[in-house]
């Protein structure tokens, strides 16, 4: 029999009613004749309660505590598996709950965000064998000394495809609130369209450079193990196998390629820009060595030298919520780093255009900066890679770039 | 060092700021040279929503179901572990949370009301070693089959007294919201004492009586493994050494023994009779039995023989909450019962007089059944043991027997 992974999000499971209407679907899957494994996040808002209460009473700034932080905020999943579990018996589906510990789903040491080591698949397939539903709660395992450890926000996605891949799942079923991915944000660009599918590259470059819809780290872990993985959503009445929503596959298998494939953005990160650095070796890492220390992801970075060559000016991007500590990180090391002048700006946004399609035609860049300057966009910094671009602009003209692009690579639905 | 287990319920760590005033008694304990385990309940309410929960999702009615119940319930003392190991942490003591399943505190298969069978005590004296005080969530361990499992409402003082028997602990502190134990419920009789010490057979008496302030299974544990168990308030300036509360003690350690020590009573019972059931053997056991099967305890019972013995009257208690299902087992076995007449009453309380001195005093139910008579209260159905008489009464006399009774065998304080 097939193995179908499902996974659901907070707001899939917010109340009793959504978790009926969840174990409605996932019975419909296992009539349909396969074996089912659901990862459930913990029920919306129950998480952030969790999250309150620990960070009213710790800094959460050592292992120890990170913890006791994993053991408090992983009890939201576990309530939600093991009242999924209850309402698939109620329905007379075979179920029980799985707590990462129990699998096991086991991780390193870095609690608070662990990453997954190794799934034992034996005790879920013998559940199966069984003819039993495998409800896991998602977003934790075990880390190396029996502790609760958690996979960090968005967890539970990566949990699931993890176990699709543990498993060799047929498929990965994502639901979530919305029903798939889309061109561009469709509360921001009505004309926005669904895409039926997208490739895990393209995927990947959404995820990190703004779209929602997945976790980064989890779509990563399906292009590594190639599960094949669909997003689709929990409140339509929606099932993997016949309405589908947005299905991660590989290269090969989308026929016909458009030039770009979405456009994500992100109001999410802030500009630091550095004048006139002496322009000498080691001045990037005498910046950036400090900022990793501080555990500071900087994304896109800069550097403009002077004319005379003497003098440089460094431009980067941090989170918007990391902006005081790299800027007091900065500060701390004026003496050493010899700026003259320190300049940040939390009023950017990024926008980004994506698409495999970008390594077969040519030019695209260049239209992309035309039809913002057409806008009278300014870019302040600009990042590539081979299937994306990615600028920064003043954040009030976000709706209006994102419009203007969608239209000008002809995404807009008809 | 000695080792001190420290409980604390659910009203002691309703919010943050009690958890804050949890940690700072520990603080204290610990530096006074106690190697510290505290055990905690779920903040106050929060077993309630969960409960409130599964029962909306399940008739936990079988071990599966009672399985998923424990898996949800539990981690509301998960919570508070964490919680309160991150304020001790803090607070620059060395602490750590400890789930059932990390201990390993070792269960029957009974989820939903499980038996302790066995708690490795190697973790946590491996933790005082390294001078950590261990933070326990309490009510819950690990069954045969590594499912989590719950002992039951209140099961936490029965992991507080199981965890001091288990590193044979110097004594055992119950931090509660009143401040011992009382000789009467002091809400009803005013002028109630608090009592110093009691012997362990008086507060098991007690606790099944109705008194609530220790569950009756932590009491017979502390009983069997001589574990001193002190009950005490979390909410006044009190910790175990200096200010103390009640003290649970073998009888030789009471010097003076009075005639009576203490007055319990319960609301919680209803009575059952059948009239005229035909007097032949076996007739007990066609009662009883239904009802156990049906898991309904029946604790009093009285048989009178009709005059020309071919009858009797057939007159026990159930809890209040099974009448309903306790009469409808009765009734469906009327052919073979015979009874006449079936009478409930739910609108009786139970009344006991507890003493270890009822042992030497005689004539202690003759006063007893004499005070209730002046008062015009009419005893329904007596049973008693070696140091316990209780009576049925009406439950409009409740509180005219409790203060008659206070005051005749001269419990009232001065």
Redesign the interface.
């Given at each position: 029999m097939p193995i179908l992974v499902m996974k659901f999000g907070g707001t899939s499971v917010a109340n009793?009613e959504r978790?009926?209407n969840v174990a409605s679907k996932v019975k419909r899957e296992v009539e349909a004749g396969n074996q089912v494994a659901v990862v459930v996040s913990a029920m919306s808002g129950v998480t952030n309660q969790?999250v309150d209460?620990?960070r009213?009473?710790?800094?959460l700034s050592n292992k120890?505590?990170n913890?006791?932080?994993?053991?408090?905020v992983?009890?939201g999943e576990?309530?939600t598996?093991?009242?999924l579990?209850?309402?698939l018996?109620?329905m007379g589906v075979p179920a029980?709950?799985w707590?990462g510990?129990?699998i096991p789903l086991k991780t390193n040491d870095a609690y608070g965000k662990a990453r997954i080591e190794h799934i034992e698949s034996g005790p879920i397939q013998d559940a199966f064998k069984a003819g039993e539903v495998a409800v896991v709660a998602g977003f934790q395992g075990i880390g190396p000394d029996?502790?609760?450890a958690t996979l960090g926000r968005g967890g539970s996605d990566t949990s699931a495809v993890a176990i699709a891949a543990a498993l060799q799942a047929e498929r990965c079923d994502i639901y979530t609130d919305v029903d798939g991915v889309y061109t561009c944000d469709p509360r921001i660009v009505t004309k926005a369209k669904k895409l039926n599918k997208v490739t895990y590259e393209e995927m990947l470059e959404m995820a990190s450079q703004g779209a929602k819809v997945l976790q980064t780290r989890s779509v990563e872990m399906a292009m590594n193990h190639k599960v094949r993985v669909q997003v689709l959503s929990s409140f339509v009445d929606q099932t993997g196998a016949n309405l589908p929503g947005t299905l991660l596959v590989d290269e090969d298998e989308i026929m016909e390629q458009t030039r770009i494939t979405g456009i994500a953005y992100s109001r999410d990160e802030a500009r630091i820009t550095l004048a006139e650095v002496p322009n000498k070796p080691g001045v990037a890492a005498a910046i950036f060595g400090p900022l990793a220390k501080a555990d500071i992801n900087v994304d896109m970075i800069v550097q403009n030298v002077t004319e005379d060559g003497k003098a440089t000016d460094m431009t980067f991007t941090v989170p918007k919520a990391d902006l005081a500590n790299a800027t007091k990180v900065i500060e701390d090391s004026r003496a050493t780093l010899e700026y003259k002048k320190l300049h940040t700006d939390a009023n950017v946004a990024k926008v980004s255009i994506i698409g495999v399609g970008m390594r077969s035609h040519a030019g695209i860049a260049q239209e992309m900066f035309k039809v913002l300057g057409e806008k009278g966009i300014n870019i302040q910094v600009i990042s590539t890679s081979e299937i994306k671009i990615s600028v920064l602009i003043a954040e009030e003209y976000t709706e209006l770039a994102l419009r203007a692009l969608h239209t000008a690579f002809g995404l807009d639905a008809q």
């Open positions: 009793i978790i009926r969790l209460w620990v009213e009473v710790s800094p120890r505590q913890q006791e932080y994993d053991a408090v992983a009890t576990q309530v598996s093991g009242l579990a209850l309402v018996q109620g029980r709950s707590q510990w129990q029996g502790r609760i």
